[in-house]
Structures are given as structure tokens and as C-alpha cells.
């Protein structure tokens, strides 16, 4: 068999093997509710210690979501935690909070679907400035987006219902025990 035909049926192989991978990889996904990255941990002391930082915590939380979270998901790269607390009244999700363990990074859409907002403004918090966006959801819902930098990392809360609770909850977010 001469070397092109080899390194085209080689080609193929390998080809054929790639597309099955990412097929499971897509069926696992599928079937654990987890995009590819996203790793669910116990706790937030847990993620903490996984992505090596401080995590923000809010000092101040709201009547009607229950505490612990309901969700704690993180992603290594970029490093970021997501917490999704649940109304208690409801029991459905009303608040998810998203942090990059450092810097800069953005928070992953695998972890926080990116949200097209039809309507932004600027505020500010105790001298720290944001974005308060709101958008409608697949089924109708509204929810808002806060995205504020916090003690050194990039924050979104997004939350379902009355802004005022929420925005104190943002402002009061300060780094956790290590």
C-alpha cells in the first residue's frame, strides 16, 4: 500500500475516533446536566480550596433564599465558582452568584449562560461600579444581571425578583476564610 494511501486511511481513523469522543463527551454532558469543565463540589469552603482563593461571600442575605446554596459549580480555567441559591418559597432558582477566582477573567458561559439584555445601566455600590442589566429568559421570566468588580474579581449575580435585596447582597460580598 503506498505511504499516501496509509496516511489517508490514518487520517480518516483518526477522524472517525475524534467524532465519537466528542459525540459521548456531548451525550455525558447531556446526561449529567454539566457542560464539559464544570465540576459540582460540596461547598463553598470546598470549591475555595479547589481553586486555591478566598471566595466572596455576602454578610448580608435575604429573607426568602435559602442558605446553604443549592448549587455550588466551578470551572478551573478560567477559575470561577458559581453559587445558585433557591427561593424558599418556590423552590426554584432566584439568585445565582458568579466570581472568577482572580483577576480579570471572564465568568464562563458554560457556567452562567451569556444573557442578551434589552435594557443596561450603570450603578454604583458603596464606590463600586456596575452594570445592572435585565433580560427575559426561554420561558419569559425576567431576571437581572449585576456585574461589578469586587475586592479583585469580576462578580455577576444574577437574580430573579426585587433589585433593592439583591444589590444590598451585592455590596456586602467580602472575602471568606481561607
Not at 163 to 172: D, K
Request: net charge positive; charged share 20%; hydrophobic share 45%.
Amino acid at each position: 500500500m503506498p505511504l499516501a494511501t496509509s496516511l489517508g486511511l490514518l487520517a480518516l481513523v483518526l477522524l472517525g475516533a475524534a467524532l465519537v469522543l466528542s459525540e459521548l463527551d456531548a451525550a455525558l454532558a447531556y446526561a449529567t446536566g454539566r457542560p464539559r469543565g464544570v465540576v459540582r463540589v460540596a461547598s463553598l469552603d470546598e470549591a475555595g480550596a479547589r481553586l486555591g482563593a478566598r471566595l466572596l461571600v455576602p454578610a448580608y442575605f435575604p429573607a426568602g433564599l435559602e442558605w446553604p446554596p443549592a448549587e455550588v459549580a466551578l470551572s478551573g480555567r478560567p477559575a470561577a465558582v458559581c453559587l445558585t441559591f433557591r427561593s424558599v418559597e418556590t423552590r426554584r432558582p432566584a439568585a445565582i452568584l458568579c466570581q472568577s477566582a482572580r483577576g480579570a477573567a471572564d465568568i464562563p458561559n458554560r457556567l452562567l449562560p451569556a444573557a442578551s439584555p434589552f435594557h443596561s445601566l450603570k450603578v454604583s455600590l458603596d464606590g463600586t461600579e456596575g452594570t445592572l442589566s435585565v433580560f427575559h429568559e426561554a420561558d419569559g421570566s425576567v431576571w437581572q444581571d449585576l456585574e461589578m468588580w469586587r475586592d479583585g474579581s469580576r462578580v455577576v449575580l444574577r437574580f430573579h425578583g426585587g433589585t433593592e435585596r439583591f444589590l444590598r447582597l451585592a455590596a456586602s460580598l467580602r472575602r471568606g476564610r481561607s
